[in-house]
DNA sequence: CTGAAAGCGCTTACAG
DNA sequence: CTGAAAGCGCTTACAG
């Protein structure tokens, strides 16, 4: 079934029923409603393949994963920017395609969209100067960053407001009179972290403390890391911990109790992401909007491949206070859960 | 940069550039070597849409995700499989393609196919007697199930022994001196639904006791249901439930501890699918290897892609016993966090 | 508004 | 072992 079969029973010429599909206002009504009743009857569908050979699109965005943050595969944030990736890229006509790569091999992508698999890409788990960037820039390949990396060139991005988050979750912590706050953030390299560590500064500087250097913590968004972490953070008698992803709070949660500490009663503790469980666990939390960014990532690079201007854009985080926080609001999880239903 | 560039450059036809590429075994070592360092020192790489046109096949495996089942993108099962799926694929120099559709939208995959955007399909969240499983085999195109459908055609599948599992979880606790077992399970039309009530059917004929058909619940597979259910689980006077996935389990502590109710003191309760979260909140679970279904899944597709037989796959399961169960081994979690890590 | 023809970049059957 | 040529199924500039 070819788009030579549908010229021949409508009596026209391919060139004709390819108008009918791409350019459907070049052609007559009649001929128009001839062709379109033989495609609907027998269900033809255009080769997309021919169709990019032709046009030079794919119609693919593409979304490379380092196996080494293999991580992120479990992480409920992946799933969500997948979801609204998709959403968006659906409404456009255009699909997801997804690859691996070691580390920040630049080559993965190179040789993607060199050989025609995408037309751009999505990138995410930055680094500050990620020669990702730079390489997707010099061979001109549209692409969107999840996230705000330093960089010397510039580019267009879907970002959540991280130095805002962690600014509002810390001075709610010195708020609630807290004196010794540590900070279990993510590696140094990648620039969310550098983003957290940003606001973690801010609002001491706001309330004129300093930071004590030995208080920040810097490891994988691992569980382990967070258990391992909080565990030297105690050593420094810390009355409070901040931790650059509920995942890591989760570990720290562990090595908490195991330090005969309840989060809430005998220190305060809050977490980054929302995920599911931390409502369970009565973790505190800043929360992103990880659909909406990936939503908007896929439509700002799907307007760049298209030829239109976009605007990057930032998105709001929100402070959610559960009981791990002391002198916290303390809302009761079953309450909450409770509206929520109610919601719904 | 195209296959005539490389001819050029090293004095030879196309099709023999062609087939250093494809077929090396044809071509006279020198003739090769030459060729093979033109196309290192200028970086080509073959426009796959070009060579998909031609060989009529496009190098992408499709996983389709029901916008209505959207939570799926949430769970860590999801994340598991496409780590999976993406590492096999990738070995074999195929891709991952991503697509939505409206519940049980047969069409979606027909029209991928036909478009000619993927070689073939891995299908997930499966029900009994799924049309798509009808319409795919008619239409002759290949995939994989994840999971055991009932069926009228014969298909290749990867799956998890969901029976058994469901099997060891209701006889430890029945062993374990339970009375009144309920069981909250997924939605009933699904195949995997009707797997965990067969091995919960099977413990309780093993142990000549009988069901009380009122104490088998059926909701989605979420923490919502699997509160509201264990709030009507409780007014039938039950000793344990079981969950059919963690997530509902994270609902149903909560309801429970609104009932005053602590998990491994006043009542026993297991779950499914063992997702991180679940070590944390000491609860029981039944443990499915989902990374290494995703990558049996990937093989078989790829295989049957490419002509060659193969055969369906189930992997077991394991049952993992925290605090969540009365009489259980009382692990204590912190212990097992700290094999774990040492293990690693 | 419509058609004939060229061409997108490959692969492979055929001939030598 | 190698080359010339056909053809995969489309789209679109050109001509009418």
Redesign the interface.
Known sequence: ?KIRDIARLSGVSVATVSRVLNHPQMVREETKRKVLEVIERL?Y??????R??RTRK?G?LGMV?S?ES?S?????Y???L??GL??I??KHGY??????CHLSDVSAYK?LF????VDGFVVVDVLDFDPRIALLKKEEIPFVIVGRPMSNVEYIYADSDNEGGTYRATRYLIEKGHKRLALINGPKRMSVSRHRFEGFKKAHKDFRRSIEPSLVFEGKFT??DG??LTKMALEKNVDAILYSGD?MA??G??AL??AGLEPGRDISIIGFDDV??SK??ELSSVRQPVENIGKKAAELLIKMIEGERVHSKVFPTELIIRKSVRGGENES??KE?DN??AR?
């Open positions: 079934m269900g569908e255009p080769n997309v393949v021919a990019s050979l794919t693919n994963i196996v293999g992120i595969f479990e992480s409920p992946f799933g969500l997948m979801k998709t959403t890229a659906e699909h997801l395609i997804f690859s691996t040789s060199k050989k025609s698999l569980e382990e258990y391992r995942v989760f570990g949660i562990k109790r195991n599911p469980a369970l666990l999880p079953q859960l929520d239903f719904r």
